[in-house]
């Protein structure tokens, strides 16, 4: 299968829930427990959605499943919490490298951490999802 085919490879509802419980900041474990499965188990569904739209961190896929219109977007929200260029561009970083690749200093991590830490987010995909939540990820281009 070509990576253009793997791109528009549709999600089973399986691997909905589980990105969904992830994009909420549950862990494997919590996330899991809730879907009534073994954390392996929700590991070779997180394998079968990277395999479908590409390798790389939890927030990185969960971004491409929503910029590939395989995950409905979060219903926007606005935030009373400000952000700036620079906490906005790490924002972005997190969402589309597919490793924190120009992430391998420890102060760029903290700026990852610090960033959470305001936002509130419980995790770098809960992290994504607040993003396309807020208005501060771009989403899909309109068809």
């Known amino acids: 299968m070509s ?6 490879e549709q999600l089973r509802p399986v691997e909905v829930l589980t990105l969904t ?4 900041g549950l862990d494997t474990v919590a996330a899991a427990f809730k879907l009534g ?3 392996e188990t929700l590991m ?4 079968e959605v990277r395999r479908k739209v590409g390798d790389g ?23 009373s919490v400000l952000f700036t260029p620079e906490e906005q561009r790490v924002w972005t970083v997190v969402a589309t490298y ?8 420890g102060a ?10 305001k936002a509130e987010a419980k995790s770098e995909p809960h992290l994504v999802k607040l993003g396309h939540q ?5 989403g899909p281009k309109p068809r």
């Not at 070779?44 to 394998?47: G, K, M, N, T």
């Open 44 to 47: 070779i569904r997180l394998r």
């Open 37 to 39: 499965i073994k954390p």
């Open 134 to 138: 807020w208005g501060l990820l771009n």
């Open 98 to 105: 597919p490793t924190p690749v120009g992430v391998p200093n």
């Open 3 to 8: 990576q253009a085919d793997a791109q528009c």
């Open 21 to 24: 419980h992830l994009a909420n």
């Open 108 to 117: 760029t991590r903290a700026a990852i951490r610090a960033l959470m830490d």
């Open 57 to 79: 961190s939890r927030a990185y896929v969960l971004h491409r499943c929503y910029m590939e219109r395989l995950l409905a977007l979060p219903v926007p929200d606005e935030t």
